[in-house]
């Protein structure tokens, strides 16, 4: 397993992210979790990806919420 930055040019972990989001929080993103990732993936954010067999297993994201 390795740990990376995922942008927006990583299409298909974009797809596996979607995927663990509705998985995980299926009543808040069943619908829209595809749109969610790309959120996250904007400049000023930070998404870190958990991948495994070029798979992603898992990501956090960060946001700047103060100055």
Do not use: W
Not at 18 to 39: G, H, N, V
Not at 48 to 56: S, V
């Amino acid at each position: 397993m390795y740990f990376r930055q995922l942008t927006i040019e990583n299409k298909h972990f974009i797809k596996d992210a979607a995927e663990l989001l509705r998985k995980a929080f299926p009543q808040s993103y069943s619908d829209s979790a595809d749109e969610e990732i790309i959120s996250c993936l904007q400049d000023e954010k930070v998404v870190i990806g958990a991948i495994e067999n070029n798979k992603l297993i898992g990501f956090v994201g960060a946001i700047p919420q103060y100055n």
